[in-house]
């Protein structure tokens, strides 16, 4: 099982799938009361992994974020530089593939994923998780909110995967949070859950 192709991700984004599906048109709520919680170290970097139109990434910058977003989407990416654009941020964006990105080891503070992983198959989560390992910093966080349950197309984020992907030798696992995650149009039931590299 493999994610979906870019060619899928790109008609979808022009057919404006992504407004009937998974955008919210704003920040979401959960990752704004996280970072309001958490506020970044001066210098601190962030990655929206699978960012989309990118509106959790304007909360990474509004936070104060060196902020960045990723999707294999090009697409998404010219949606979300318009959104930068538009709202005066500096934010790096590019086309990239979370299964293998052109970035460099222990760049990042924080990882956040709104429905991206949750679209991977077994292999590609092997592959992700690995990604995660070599972009964090030692001790970087990755939040990460995805679908409770196995539901097509979502393979869901929960204890099992978690422990399966994210093994105890590189990451520790905080709790579970179940909530509902919405869009502008439909709920989600969803996890959220927060994972730290290892030192
Ligand atoms: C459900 S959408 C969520 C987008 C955004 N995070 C949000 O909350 O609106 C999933 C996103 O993951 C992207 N995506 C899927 N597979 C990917 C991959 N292998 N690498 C990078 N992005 C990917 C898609 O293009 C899409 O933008």
Avoid at 30 to 47: H, I, Q, S
Avoid at 88 to 100: A, C, F, K, P
Avoid at 131 to 142: H, I, K, N, Q, Y
Wanted: aromatic share 8%; proline share 7%; glycine share 10%.
């Amino acid at each position: 099982m493999t994610t979906t192709t870019t060619m899928d991700w790109d008609r979808a984004y022009r057919a404006g799938d992504h407004h009937q599906y998974w955008e919210l048109s704003a920040p979401s709520p959960d990752l704004v009361g996280f970072l309001a919680a958490t506020p970044p170290a001066p210098g601190a970097r962030a990655l929206d992994l699978g960012c989309g139109t990118g509106w959790d990434t304007v909360a990474l910058a509004r936070a104060g974020y060196r902020a960045t977003g990723v999707d294999i989407s090009g697409e998404a990416v010219g949606l979300a530089a318009a959104r930068a654009a538009e709202l005066g941020l500096e934010i790096e964006l590019s086309v990239g593939d979370v299964r293998g990105l052109d970035l460099p080891d222990e760049e990042f503070d924080l990882l956040v994923d709104r429905g991206c992983f949750h679209h991977l198959g077994p292999e590609d989560r092997d592959r992700y998780a690995t990604e995660v390992a070599r972009l964090l910093s030692p001790g970087g966080l990755l939040y990460l909110r995805g679908s409770r349950q196995e539901m097509f197309p979502f393979k869901p984020v929960d204890a099992p995967a978690l422990t399966r992907h994210f093994p105890a030798d590189r990451f520790s696992t905080g709790p579970l949070m179940p909530f509902q995650l919405h869009t502008d149009v439909l709920k989600l039931d969803a996890n959220a859950v927060v994972l730290r590299r290892a030192d």
